[in-house]
């Protein structure tokens, strides 16, 4: 694959693939690599005193899996579930969760140089969580760093869900 | 606008001032006869409104290149130069992300950050002439000698979550993405006017930083005499205004301040 010989090519600057879903009319990336499969939105239980971000949980296979509203998450407007939604699991500091999105895109490739950093003003927290922004196909995609979506005490308040 | 209406504009760039107001000082160096100057403003301001067309022109163009998906234009003119004097306002570094640039504009900007001790910034030692524009229905001018360029905001503006209520958003340019500041509500956050998100149409940006300011209309670039200014003495609570034109109506911002300010807030900024 032409993608593999460019990474081969230029260790230096590295190509990622990222997998794109869009949230409220935007577009975001997560890395390929933290990402394990990509369902149909299919019915959440929720769970009783589970944190405002937790939408609930789902039987994947047998394995329980946590749903994060990932709108809630990003303090972003709450939205009705389409044919389009879907849950993405992703499995992060050793931990399975699915992430729920108004719809999945497609897998770009990057180039780490291509990545630019965010700006980082106002006192929210979940500024944290954007890893950085380029801009691909004409639009601009906003990169989420993963490892930083749950705090230590979050993924142990899940653990106990 | 009416007389009322200039009344109560005054009272708010009184108050932005924060201090009761002195008679503005307006000493021009060479007393002339008032219906000659007038003639002379008259014909400054036909040359500047050409002078902010030709502005005008070029960001159109600019459009043109990075939103192809848009209706052909009828036909493709060269991108118009910009006049000599102006040339300042208009140069950015292609690339804002570069350090070996953004060192380079670095010293410039120090500079221009000094306030000298006759309590007039760096870039108003002498004459000086400054762009002005809409926010809101305020009227704001802004030194050329501290813009970068002016881009029309267009649906690319791309938001980000998490941040401070005034950062509008992305806006990609040739010149690499702007960090588009909402104008209104960092200006005057006791008096948004949630419209302004649909009304802004441009975005001027801040030379030697990767931010700029959104407005609603861009007006005529003019030229002014230090003394015109009613310089600002306390500048605490406002860092960003450098002081009011009462000529004008509007109030006068310190862009390299703003611009320190911006970059300052910028929790991710090296």
């Known amino acids: ?161 | 606008m009416t007389h009322r209406s200039d009344e109560l504009l005054q009272d708010y760039l009184d108050d932005l001032l924060g201090s009761e107001a002195p008679p503005v000082q307006v000493a021009p160096r060479s007393p002339a006869p008032e219906e000659h100057r007038e003639a002379g403003v008259r014909d400054a301001n036909a040359e500047k409104q050409r002078q902010l067309q030709k502005l005008l022109n070029s960001a159109k163009l600019q459009v043109a290149q990075v939103a192809p998906q848009s209706p052909p234009e009828p036909e493709i003119k060269e991108p118009v130069p910009v006049p000599s004097e102006l040339e300042p306002a208009v140069v950015v570094p292609e690339d804002l992300t570069q350090p070996e640039q953004a060192e380079a504009v670095a010293q410039v900007l120090d500079e221009q950050l000094q306030w000298h001790v006759n309590g007039r910034p760096h870039w108003a030692q002498d004459e000086f002439e400054v762009l002005l524009f809409k926010v809101s229905g305020l009227t704001l001018a802004v030194p050329l000698i501290t813009l970068g360029q002016i881009q029309p905001l267009t649906d690319e503006l791309t938001p980000l979550f998490g941040q401070a209520d005034w950062f509008m958003g992305l806006q990609p340019t040739p010149s690499g993405k702007v960090r588009t500041v909402n104008t209104a509500k960092f200006v005057m956050p006791e008096r948004y006017d949630p419209e302004f998100v649909k009304t802004a149409q441009y975005v001027i940006s801040i030379n030697g930083v990767p931010w700029g300011l959104a407005v609603d209309k861009v007006e005529q670039p003019i030229r002014l005499n230090p003394e015109d200014v009613k310089w600002r003495s306390e500048r605490g609570q406002r860092p960003w205004l450098a002081g009011t034109v009462k000529a004008h109506m509007c109030a006068l911002l310190d862009i390299p301040q703003m611009g320190h300010l911006l970059t300052k807030a910028d929790k991710n900024a090296g």
């Open chain 1, 1 to 161: 694959m032409a993608t593999n010989a460019n990474q081969n090519h230029n260790a230096d600057d590295p190509v990622l693939q990222w997998v794109t879903f869009r949230l409220d009319g935007e577009t975001y990336g997560i890395n390929v690599m933290q990402v394990q499969e990509v369902l149909r939105y299919s019915e959440i239980a929720p769970v009783p005193g589970a944190p405002a971000y937790v939408l609930g949980i789902i039987n994947l296979r047998g394995n329980v899996v946590t749903v994060i509203d990932t709108r809630h998450r990003f303090a972003l407007p709450a939205a009705e579930v389409t044919d389009n939604t879907r849950i993405v699991i992703i499995e992060t500091d050793n931990h399975v969760i699915g992430i729920m999105v108004d719809s999945v895109a497609e897998v770009v490739y990057l180039r780490q140089s291509e990545i630019e950093t965010a700006p980082n003003v106002g006192n929210e927290e979940s500024a944290k969580f954007i890893q950085g922004v380029c801009h691909k196909n004409d639009e601009l995609l906003i990169l989420i760093e993963l490892n930083k979506l749950l705090t230590n005490e979050e993924w142990a308040e899940l653990d106990e869900i």
